[in-house]
């Protein structure tokens, strides 16, 4: 074994130790544990490697051991900040009880995983990000079932596997918008790579066809990126064991996925979501506390559609309505048919006001709230032959100006729009009338406009401008305009 895993076991709890007795030198999220666990697990495993490895490594390993001794108490005190940390705090603990062999650290365990696991009965869980799934709450939930024989954590785990293949495309890539988290924001190209380890786990587990599938996908498609496993492989050898036949993952469905307000549907090699889960709603349909807000941990991506037909894919459909700076169109939930139509729809109000008469006015200045200008968006997603109609009426207030915005993958042809240049001197590209064509290769997306030429304003609103920010999305985009009172469908055919 190398001297460079031996010195880098021993700086990295040296490091460690230094971020929590200083973090402002450090982290800035303070008395954050997940930091130290993250290094502490990586010292684990190294500790587990030293000690089969050749007499020369021994002293390092019980040098390690030592220093997790010292380490780990604080790891048993301290607090988290999101839902998924504490799944990462019980596999450091998990881990290091074994190492160190003291299971009073298993107590601390038990306290965290009493609150229950938050996974809802589709397998989402509550950040709803593919990122951490992944990353952190599924490996964690594995670790500690096979340290301390909790196996009953297995089932949260293929639950979310199996709602992963549901959520995944065979170019690698998982749906994202109905995050919380940082990957709302929709970057594209694959991001399945850390589920690789867990399909692996569960294939080899339940001798499950379609897991097998998946890690082979992930195989293909980031092989060269799969080194940053050889740890784990390392420490756990029998994860190296041959995986069965595969069985095909995909198959064509429809799915309301209640809890996060998204819908998938699957047709041969279109897929398609809609998403209504804004944080801007509650459950209910109310207007929540974080209404015309935006920041970290909040559902906020104004994406109402999006397809993937083959190598064409459509990354975003989105409105934007000039109206007080209220940004995007965000629905108020989504429904879902048993024929297979979709239902969007939401109001937004702001308030208005003209002199108040005479007989209305009050000497102390103070007044209801009486006076709101109103623009209500319903939406119809239904599928046809050849793809999707989706029918808009949007009315309330009288020559809204609306710009529909359709993202494309980067690297396509355009057929049948007007290219242009914005005041950035980026390409982009405006439908007036007529058909639209977007092709990858032999793939092929068409898009239907008959409401003539407006000014595009794809205005994100007041909550990103004010901060000088933005909500535009990487690839090619194409600009449809109307004014209200509008009732337009939006045809879009896939070939």
């Known amino acids: 074994m190398s001297t460079v895993l031996r010195a880098a076991g021993l700086a990295l709890l040296a490091i460690t130790a230094t971020a929590s007795s200083n973090p402002a030198k450090g982290w800035t999220s303070f008395k954050l544990l997940t930091k130290s666990a993250d290094s502490q697990v990586q010292s684990v495993i190294d500790v587990r490697i030293l000690e089969r490895d050749n007499q020369a490594s021994k002293p390092f390993a019980k040098a390690m051991r030592s220093i997790l001794k010292k380490t780990t108490p604080g790891l048993t005190k301290g607090g988290i900040h999101t839902p998924n940390h504490r799944w990462k705090i019980c596999s450091a603990l998990a881990r290091i009880s074994n190492i160190i062999e003291d299971l009073s650290l298993i107590e601390r365990i038990d306290e965290w995983l009493v609150e229950g696991i938050d996974i809802d009965a589709d397998g989402i869980y509550s950040e709803r990000s593919p990122n951490y799934y992944s990353a952190v709450s599924n ?243 239904k599928p046809t032959k050849k793809g999707y109609d989706l029918d808009f009426e949007v009315s309330g207030e009288d020559n809204v100006e609306l710009t529909f915005e359709l993202t494309f993958r980067k690297g396509g042809k355009f057929k049948g729009v007007k290219e242009i240049l914005d005041s950035d001197n980026t390409t982009i590209y405006h439908l007036i009338e007529g058909k639209g064509e977007y092709s990858m290769g032999d793939d092929k997306i068409t898009f239907v406009s008959r409401n003539g030429k407006g000014p595009i304003v794809a205005d994100a609103g007041e909550q990103y401008s004010w901060h000088c920010g933005n909500l535009t999305l990487q690839g090619s985009h194409v600009y449809i305009t109307g004014k209200t009172p509008l009732k337009y469908t939006l045809n879009l055919g896939f070939a």
């Open 139 to 381: 490996p964690s939930l594995l670790t500690v079932a096979h340290e301390l024989n909790y196996t009953g954590l297995v089932s949260f785990v293929r639950k979310n596997l199996e709602l992963s293949i549901e959520h995944a495309e065979p170019n690698g890539e998982m749906e994202t918008i109905q995050s919380l988290r940082q990957d709302q924001s929709q970057p594209p190209g694959d991001n399945m790579g850390n589920f690789y380890p867990q399909f692996r786990k569960l294939t080899l587990l339940d001798k499950n066809g379609r897991f097998a599938a998946m890690a082979r996908l992930i195989e293909k498609r980031v092989g060269p990126q799969l080194g940053d496993f050889l740890g784990n492989l390392i420490e756990r050898p029998d994860l190296a064991a041959e995986l069965p036949m595969s069985k095909q993952p995909f198959s064509d469905f429809k799915k309301h996925y209640k809890s996060a307000g998204l819908v998938r549907a699957r047709r041969g090699k279109l897929t398609v979501s809609a998403f209504g889960g804004s944080d801007w709603y509650t459950m209910d349909g109310k207007k929540a506390e974080f209404y015309n807000r935006m920041g970290s941990g909040l559902s906020t991506n104004p994406t109402m559609f999006r397809a993937w037909n083959g190598k064409a894919v459509l990354e975003a459909l989105r409105l934007s309505a000039s109206f007080f700076s209220m940004g995007h169109f965000r629905s108020n939930g989504v429904e879902l048919s048993k024929d297979g139509t979709i239902k969007l729809g939401s109001e937004s109000e702001v308030p208005y006001y003209l002199p108040i008469p005479a007989d209305k006015r009050d000497d102390n200045g103070t007044y209801v709230l009486s006076n709101v200008r109103r623009l209500k968006t319903d939406v119809e997603i």
